[in-house]
């Protein structure tokens, strides 16, 4: 009797202790799912951007982090370097995440229908940004946002024009001609074939001015200065070099100092991006005409994914600030740059 009174307590005891435990997993297994959910409420949003070419995109990428931090937007980021097939990847690999939107920086234009659709048919918005696509259905992706190339290329070309219009009226020779060489972007990016054609547009109409070089140096310092010490030993009368990008000029600026030359003197410059180091050479006079492109997109790229993760609408072009800095400009109330 006493046995089987000591046997139920033992029982009863166990029993007690495994309530206590179950207990307490079980408020750890809510907490666990509180937390859970916390994270669920969280955008996951896939940004593919495409290397670190320039001080222009390692700014451009900041402001994505930053303002993703801001906003507590989870940012899966992805570093293509300078590789369209490893941006292929990275989108494949946000759709199989099954992120909330895709945001990504298209190297080039084409090459894109496939994997855009394999994101639609995953039902996950896509959001483009800072360089074009072309694709045959339009709707593939939400929108885009970013720099207006075309835009920038007509500044430099009307800058030119301004530039040269008073020696060309005052040249008795009509067969007096403003030599160029233009610094070519990316192959096949929308922003060099942009900035290209949009320059072009300007200058065309006036048969004084021609192009006598033009090759890609890709958006890179180290090809600017390749190309430059080729094109200052081909040529001895160039009057012009339109750089599809500061990070080019500053290779062509080290050239030329190189060869005894005075970069904005004996050589006109014109450039685009506005990034400190191509303000400064505006304000030294080694630079003549400096072009903004904004990269601090990163706040309103995550306003629009957050639309677009609550299932709105956004819109399907948007151009974002920029500005143009000439050498007659007063230089010392241009505010620091930041990249
Ligand atoms: O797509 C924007 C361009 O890419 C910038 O002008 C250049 O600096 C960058 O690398």
New binding site residues.
């Given amino acids: 009797m006493y046995h089987d009174k000591k046997q139920i307590n033992k029982q009863f005891r166990i029993i007690i202790f495994i309530m206590i435990i179950c207990c307490f997993l079980g408020c750890n297994a809510r907490k666990k799912d509180f937390s859970q959910i916390e994270e669920e409420d969280r955008i996951i949003v896939g940004f593919s951007q ?1 290397g670190a ?5 390692t700014c ?1 990428t900041r402001s994505v982090q930053n303002a993703a931090a801001d906003q507590g937007v989870q940012l899966v980021y992805d570093n293509a370097e300078q590789k369209q097939e490893n941006q292929i990847k990275a989108l494949r690999s946000f759709i199989a995440y099954q992120v909330d939107v895709i945001v990504f ?1 298209p190297i080039v234009t084409d090459g894109w229908d496939n994997v855009l659709q394999e994101a639609r048919d995953a039902g996950i918005p896509v959001l483009v940004t ?2 074009k696509i072309d694709v045959v259905d339009q709707s593939l992706y939400a929108g885009f946002i ?2 207006d ?1 075309l835009k920038e290329g007509r500044n430099a070309g009307l800058f030119v024009l301004d530039k040269f219009e008073n020696k060309l009226e005052r040249s008795e020779n009509t067969e007096e001609y403003i030599n160029i060489v233009e610094l070519f ?2 192959e096949g ?1 929308s ?1 060099a074939l942009g900035r290209a054609e949009g320059f072009r547009e300007v200058l065309n109409a006036h048969p004084n001015y021609r192009i006598i070089y033009s090759k890609s140096g890709d ?1 890179l310092r180290s090809k600017g200065y390749e190309l430059a010490v080729e094109f200052l030993d081909m040529y001895e009368d160039i009057d012009v070099i339109f750089s ?4 080019m000029t500053l290779g062509v600026i080290e050239a030329m100092e190189e060869k005894g030359l005075l970069p904005g003197t004996d050589i006109v410059i014109v450039t ?2 506005a ?1 400190q180091a191509a303000i400064d050479a505006l304000r030294e006079g080694k630079v003549n005409c400096v072009i903004e ?1 904004n ?1 601090k997109t990163g706040p309103e790229i995550i306003k629009l994914a957050q639309k677009l993760a609550a299932g709105e609408q956004i819109p399907r072009l948007q151009y974002v600030h920029e500005e143009v800095f000439y050498e007659t400009d007063e230089l010392s109330l241009i505010e620091p740059r930041g990249y």
């Fill in positions: 495409i070419e320039s001080a222009w995109r451009n920086v800072d360089r970013g720099t190339s972007g990316t990016s922003v958006f599809h990008n500061d990070g685009i991006d990034q492109c990269p």
